[in-house]
């Protein structure tokens, strides 16, 4: 599985205040679990999503959207 939108939830979790470091950690953990249980990033529900930081709400899916996420940034370079 491609976890394009990786970038885009650290993206978000930076936005709401999470040091990158952190986020990046939160993202790590949250893309282990989605290939353990053969899902993308945009599949997870909220709780499965919120085990990784109390922080994420329901917001976090428009910046999980592939389609947002792939016109931004150096991905929009790649179609």
Do not use: C
């Amino acid at each position: 599985m491609v976890f394009l939108n990786a970038t885009d939830l650290a993206d978000y979790l930076v936005k709401k205040g999470r040091p990158f470091r952190d986020a990046h950690t939160v993202v790590g953990q949250a893309v282990l679990f989605a290939e353990k249980h053969q899902k993308a990033l945009e599949d997870l529900t909220i709780e499965e999503l919120k085990q990784f930081d109390q922080i994420i709400d329901e917001d976090v899916y428009h910046y999980l959207n592939i389609q947002e996420s792939i016109h931004k940034g150096i991905k929009k370079e790649m179609l």
